[in-house]
């Protein structure tokens, strides 16, 4: 179990600000191969849900792909209308052709695609507060149902011996904290330099094993931090995108990410 909760820290890249998708890898046809055609959107599973706890509410991204018969993608991200009684999407079933206001749009062409990175965002959706960075991932679990071969959560096993246990909404959820002395931040911009995010403060999180979710609690000011530093750095090593690579208690992984646009600003706020 510690490699599974570790992934799941570092997907929160960076202390769980919210993740947008824009890039994703080619659906193909696990049965007979070839390229698939969705149809309209496709729900993209995750491998763990994250919601991020704020004084005023709870933001969690859920992410859609709509794949054409050539192979190029359209990606948007949503904010999932939560409330402490219902804070993730039920992953047991799909919700195709999602409606409402889309967070963040990418084009993802199969070839010719020159930016990873390149979306178009609405601040006026939910959860735009909460919006930080952008993903480029493969196909983890597959969308909608269909799970890609390979599912990461049966290799990914041992932490929880570490972390206590709490019941939540009457569920049992483990908890811990990440901090200075069990975590560490490097990222690269791949253009030779490199940079040691300092830890300050300490964030609360709350993982529900069976149903692979998180909660992070992102109340205590002091987390903007970590963030900040990260930023000022980026600012001065610009570079098309970041590795981070994030340690916890001696397990480390890498994603490779890039700082929204909105990131700025919910770094500089007072939550």
């Known amino acids: 179990m510690r490699k599974f909760v570790v992934m799941a820290f570092v997907a929160a890249a960076a202390m769980g600000f919210g993740c947008a998708l824009t890039n994703y890898e080619l659906i193909t046809d696990n049965d007979v191969g070839g390229t698939v055609n969705t149809n309209g959107?496709?729900?993209?599973?995750?491998?763990?849900?994250?919601?991020?706890?704020?004084?005023?509410?709870?933001?969690?991204?859920?992410?859609?792909?709509?794949?054409r018969a050539n192979g190029d993608r359209t990606l948007t991200t949503y904010n999932w209308e939560t409330t402490i009684d219902n804070l993730f999407k039920d992953d047991l079933y799909c919700s195709p052709e999602w409606n409402g206001c889309a967070l963040v749009t990418a084009n993802d062409p199969e070839v010719g695609d020159v930016d990873d990175f390149d979306y178009a965002y609405n601040p006026n959706c939910s959860g735009f507060r909460s919006l930080a960075f952008l993903v480029s991932t493969t196909r983890y679990y597959g969308e909608c149902g269909r799970i890609a071969a390979g599912d990461?959560?049966?290799?990914?096993?041992?932490l929880a011996n570490e972390m206590k246990p709490v019941t939540i909404n009457g569920a049992t959820w483990l908890r811990s904290n990440l901090n200075?002395?069990?975590?560490?931040?490097?990222?690269?911009?791949?253009?030779g330099s490199a940079f040691a995010v300092p830890m300050t403060g300490q964030v609360g999180l709350s993982f529900n094993l069976a149903k692979k979710r998180m909660i992070l609690d992102m109340t205590n000011p002091n987390n903007r931090n970590v963030l900040q530093s990260f930023l000022n750095w980026n600012r001065a090593h610009p570079g098309p995108g970041?590795?981070?690579?994030?340690?916890?208690n001696g397990?480390?992984?890498?994603?490779?990410?890039?700082?929204?646009?909105?990131?700025?600003s919910l770094a500089q706020s007072h939550y």
């Open 251 to 264: 397990v480390a992984s890498s994603f490779h990410v890039k700082a929204a646009a909105n990131a700025n």
């Open 242 to 248: 970041v590795d981070a690579t994030i340690t916890i």
């Open 152 to 158: 990461r959560s049966v290799k990914l096993i041992q």
């Open 180 to 191: 200075a002395l069990n975590t560490s931040i490097v990222v690269d911009n791949k253009n």
């Open 41 to 67: 959107k496709a729900y993209v599973r995750q491998f763990a849900q994250f919601a991020t706890e704020w004084p005023d509410g709870v933001d969690n991204f859920i992410w859609f792909v709509d794949q």
